[in-house]
């Protein structure tokens, strides 16, 4: 069992560089929008993003999931190739439709979000980045499936540096604004489809088959009601921030997102890659539910680590992130509870997995569903009275909702003994150092550095000492090793 949990957790950190290395990107280019765009530049590019996030889950249709778990079940390499020729060649379908939608009505779209057609043509580059992205999800998977994760993890490096250097040529350099941003956006996601040619002819089978086609169609077409679910409860708090404040009030919300869920994007996204691959293979193993309850403690324990260091350290990422700008350091109050309820949507996530693993994907829809329809209704409620503070609290009443009912269902699946005594500490000792780091922010900045290290390394301590076994003490270490020697060897050859 432990030699699965260290592979889980080699892949994972292998996986968390390659996510760190395309949504740090994100980040780095924070300060590339703030020093160049104005508060309602900004908010209109976040918009413009969210718009693209809801697109490519939709155009996707769940086809590259299938293709993971259909194909984790197939050792022959002929009916792995007929797989992946079939999921490619329905997502070049899904695509040709949407581009048979978007480009058509681009302009009224334009007046519709905009009030102003000026926008027709960012939306035509959109449309095309979004294609350009749904086609690459397809050797995406097929690198996953195959536990190429170093190969990911170059790939999708080689993605974030032309994003960086496109978008610092066209908004920095030529101020060519969101225009600019959008097509470094586009340009940075064909790269990356290129670069996968060589892998895709590799796997690309002889024919279209019909049967995986039906197949792929029965595991998707539940779980894209799950997804649009997903993408409502992620990003309808911008769009609904829009429709009672202003486009200022929707960037800076979007900047405390996107440094309150940093443990979204370097451990909750990137475990999923590295571990549901496994995890499909493990199920039906006999020391399955051992593994799966003691690998839920230690991802919690990474995940409520770095929650710690994002939400302590908030008010300062803010306004390095900001460019020093003001104007969006409103945004350093919010990022310790985003943070914060990032850590309930990881453990809803990983209650989720069993309905993956059972094929119950109308249980994962359910669940989902509940927590968008109470996540809307909350923020009509709360962001017209409290606006983005009102987001903030609904969104975390959401998640909570939904980790407590996924683990009431899924344990009635499959009946699994989770550490929650030692999660429950955790929970609350990360709380109550939060809340010390915070208090500390009216004090000067040299003082106040000092003082939140500490409270970090005294919690540190505290979890290795007290929380933590001597044989995970010895697994961390080792997994720690294999990555290292591993990167190693793929980048000097070695």
């Not at 996986?15 to 990107?25: E, H, P, V």
């Not at 170059?154 to 920095?172: C, M, P, Q």
């Not at 489809?193 to 279209?208: A, D, E, H, M, R």
């Not at 995890?279 to 039906?284: G, H, I, M, V």
């Amino acid at each position: 069992m432990f030699k699965d949990v260290k592979n889980t957790f080699k892949q994972t950190l292998i996986y968390g560089m390659s996510n760190l290395s395309i949504k740090a990107a994100g980040l780095v280019l924070i300060p590339f929008y703030t020093g160049s765009l104005s508060t309602n530049d900004y908010g209109q590019l976040v918009i413009l993003e969210v718009l693209a996030q809801f697109a490519i889950g939709i155009v996707s249709f769940q086809v590259p999931s299938a293709l993971l778990r259909l194909g984790s079940n197939l050792s022959s390499i002929t009916d792995q190739k007929k797989l992946y020729s079939t999921s490619l060649g329905l997502i070049i379908i899904l695509s040709a439709l949407f581009a048979l939608v978007a480009f058509p009505f681009a302009k009224q779209l334009s007046q519709l979000i905009f009030s102003s057609p000026d926008y027709q043509v960012i939306l035509e580059l959109l449309s095309f980045s979004i294609i350009f992205e749904v086609l690459g999800l397809i050797p995406l998977q097929l690198m996953r499936l195959k536990e190429k994760s170093v190969t990911y993890l170059l790939l999708v490096s080689l993605k974030l540096i032309t994003l960086v250097g496109l978008v610092w040529y066209f908004v920095v350099l030529q101020d060519a604004g969101i225009y600019g941003a959008v097509k470094a956006i586009m340009y940075s996601n064909l790269v990356f489809l290129i670069s996968t040619i060589p892998i895709q002819v590799k796997n690309i089978g002889p024919k279209f088959s019909v049967n995986f086609g039906v197949q792929i169609y029965k595991y998707s077409g539940p779980l894209i009601f799950t997804t649009v679910a997903a993408l409502l409860l992620t990003l309808s708090d911008r769009l609904i921030i829009k429709i009672f404040g202003q486009f200022e009030d929707v960037g800076i919300y979007a900047l405390a997102y996107k440094i309150g869920s940093l443990s979204n994007l370097l451990i909750i996204a990137s475990f999923s890659l590295g571990f549901l691959p496994i995890a499909y293979k493990k199920f039906t193993s006999p020391d399955f539910k051992p593994f799966f309850s003691k690998t839920l403690t230690l991802y919690l324990g990474l995940t409520i680590l770095l929650t710690l260091v994002i939400s302590v350290f908030g008010e300062e990422l803010t306004k390095i992130l900001s460019s020093g700008e003001p104007a969006y350091w409103t945004a350093a109050i919010l990022v310790p509870f985003i943070a914060y309820i990032f850590i309930f949507k990881a453990m809803n996530n990983y209650f989720l997995y069993i309905f993956l693993l059972t094929k119950k994907t109308k249980h994962h829809a359910t669940v989902t569903v509940i927590g968008v329809l109470l996540n809307i209704a909350l923020n009509f409620i709360l962001i017209p009275n409290f606006g983005i503070y009102g987001a903030v609290a609904a969104t975390g009443v959401s998640y909570l909702v939904m980790t407590i009912i996924s683990y009431s269902k899924t344990q009635k699946l499959v009946k699994i003994d989770y550490d929650m005594k030692r999660i429950v500490i955790l929970l609350i000792s990360c709380a109550v150092i939060i809340a010390l780091g915070v208090s500390a922010n009216e004090i000067s900045l040299l003082p106040r550095l000092l003082l939140k290290s500490i409270l970090i390394l005294s919690y540190l301590v505290f979890v290795y000492r007290l929380m933590i076994t001597q044989t995970e003490r010895t697994m961390l270490k080792d997994v720690l090793t294999k990555v290292s020697s591993r990167i190693k060897g793929s980048l000097f050859g070695s």
